[in-house]
C-alpha cells in the first residue's frame, strides 16, 4: 500500500480537491497523510477516502509530515505548491522538499506531476 502525503498551498487547494476526486479510485487504495485544512477539504469532496490529518502547514503539519519522511513512513509526497504567493513558512516548505530529496522519494510539485507519480505506481 501506498504511503502517501498531500499538501496544498491556500490558493492551491482547490486544485488538490479536484486531484483527489479525479482518482479517488487510486487513492482509496494508499495510506494518506495530509496536512490538516487540505486533509478535511479532501474528505469534505471524498468522504470515501482514508485520511490521517495532522496539523495545519504553518503550525507544524509541514514539519510532521517531514518527521514521517524522514522516518521512512512516507513513500511519495505530492505538495500543490503556490509559486505566487509569500509564504510566510517558508523554511518549512523547503526543509520539507529538502528531506523528500535526501530520503529520495518522489515528490510532485504540480498536478500534472502528481499524475505521473500515480501512473508510475500502478505500472
Not at 90 to 103: E, F, G, P, S
Not at 111 to 123: D, E, I, N, Y
Request: charged share 20%; aromatic share 4%.
Amino acid at each position: 500500500m501506498l504511503r502517501l502525503a498531500l499538501i496544498a498551498h491556500d490558493e492551491k487547494k482547490d486544485d488538490m480537491v479536484a486531484f483527489a476526486r479525479e482518482h479517488v479510485a487510486f487513492l482509496k487504495t494508499c495510506h494518506i497523510v495530509a496536512t490538516g485544512t487540505t486533509g478535511q477539504m479532501i474528505l469534505d469532496a471524498c468522504p470515501e477516502l482514508s485520511i490521517r490529518r495532522l496539523k495545519s502547514g504553518p503550525l507544524g503539519g509541514d514539519q510532521q509530515i517531514g518527521a514521517l519522511i524522514s522516518e521512512g513512513a512516507i513513500d511519495a509526497l505530492i505538495f500543490f505548491v503556490d509559486p505566487l504567493s509569500a509564504l510566510p513558512h517558508d523554511v518549512d516548505v523547503k526543509a520539507l522538499t529538502r528531506l523528500a530529496i535526501v530520503y529520495d522519494i518522489p515528490m510532485a510539485l504540480n498536478r500534472a506531476t502528481a499524475k505521473a507519480v500515480l501512473r508510475s505506481q500502478t505500472t
